[in-house]
């Protein structure tokens, strides 16, 4: 029968169970975000020390690759065919290149290679 005084089973709090598991996903993410902090720290490191070793200045080193890059010749813009044959007749006149040179030259301009 039941006894006033006899505690009734009572069923487990889902609240203190989850609590258990959620402590433990809890550390995992903490280790995992904290690894990844270590991981960053390393390599930035890791990188300074090279791109000092290197010669650069491991600050200004995206900056100068970018005016390295803007200045350079890939980025010009094309010349046209024409100004790339007055460029070299300039460059025979001048006696820069010989007559052989530029005929050779030439032609290659005007096959298209």
Do not use: W
Not at 22 to 45: D, H, N, Q, S, Y
Not at 80 to 92: C, F, N
Request: proline share 6%.
């Amino acid at each position: 029968m039941d006894d006033p005084f006899l505690p009734s089973p009572v069923a487990p709090d889902p609240f203190t169970m989850a609590s258990g598991a959620f402590g433990t996903v809890f550390v995992l993410a903490c280790l995992v975000i904290g690894a990844g902090f270590v991981v960053t720290i390393v390599l930035a490191i890791r990188n300074y020390n090279k791109a000092r070793s290197a010669g650069h200045d491991p600050f200004t080193l995206q900056t100068d690759l970018a005016t390295r890059a803007l200045d350079s010749e890939l980025l010009a813009p094309k010349q046209t065919l024409e100004q790339r044959l007055v460029e070299l007749d300039d460059l025979a006149a001048r006696g820069v290149i010989t007559s052989e040179e530029r005929a050779a030259a030439r032609a290659e301009l005007l096959s298209g290679r």
